[in-house]
């Protein structure tokens, strides 16, 4: 089955630096890749999900992007803001069905004033 | 947010004790899933539903049994719950919402279960 490690698991940064978060996958037919916000004491929600027929997405602040040959993918938050601070998670997944992914062990993102 | 509601959202139960726990959607999607989420582990998948009385396993499924006997509930029954269960799940479901047109994944809030 599909097998997903994410680095690093806690990362620290000073609000307005950038934060990056990598993620490798060892399934050559997945072909979704989400992140997910966990924020405390609630479920993990979407911030961005990249396809395989794209290489880099952004949204604002955030960016997703994924290189096939290497079976990888980053999360880039630039301009950290103290709101960031959560736990990040990435996931894999064969898409025909968003739901049946694989994730990260999570990534803790403290952002310091 | 998506319409998921899980109850209860705590519960404390003793080895043994079976325990059922609830997921509801207001959203009509075909997909529902159960994860549990420990320290260390992401969230792995335990059973996930593809429409009314269909159900599968997923990789962390022995302990566990699911039913769905309508769109808009999926419910997670531990038969004699152990102290390895005591984990946070969360129920999730999946379809495409009318702003993306890209099928999507949501979460619900999760349910704390400890197992003494």
């Known amino acids: 089955g599909e097998n997903v490690e994410q680095h690093p698991s806690t990362l620290s940064v000073q609000e307005g630096d950038s934060a990056v978060i990598k993620c490798t996958y060892s399934d050559s037919a997945s072909n979704y890749f989400p992140w997910y916000k966990q924020e405390l004491g609630k479920g993990p929600q979407l911030i961005i999900d990249i396809r395989s027929n794209v290489g880099e997405k952004k949204d604002q602040r955030i960016a997703v992007t994924l290189n096939k040959t290497a079976k990888h993918f980053s999360l880039h938050i630039t301009e950290t803001q103290p709101e960031d601070s959560a736990v990040y998670f990435c996931a894999a997944s064969r898409n025909t069905n968003a739901g049946k992914s694989t994730f990260g062990d999570g990534t803790t993102l403290t952002v310091k004033p | 947010d998506a319409g998921i509601t899980q109850s209860p959202r705590h519960k404390v139960t003793e080895t043994g004790t079976p325990v059922t726990l609830r997921c509801h959607q207001t959203e009509n999607h075909r997909y529902m899933y159960w994860y549990r989420q420990d320290p260390g582990h992401g969230l792995r998948l335990i059973h996930y539903?593809?429409?009314?009385?269909?159900?599968d396993k997923g990789e962390v499924s022995d302990g566990y049994s699911v039913s769905r006997s309508k769109t808009e509930d999926f419910l997670l029954t531990l038969e004699s719950a152990t102290s390895s269960q005591t984990s946070v799940y969360f129920c999730?479901?999946?379809?495409?919402?009318?702003?993306?047109?890209?099928?999507?994944?949501?979460f619900g809030p999760g349910t704390r279960l400890l197992v003494l």
């Open positions: 999730a479901i999946s379809g495409t919402p009318r702003d993306r047109g890209e099928e999507t994944q949501y």
């Open positions: 539903s593809y429409g009314v009385k269909d159900t």
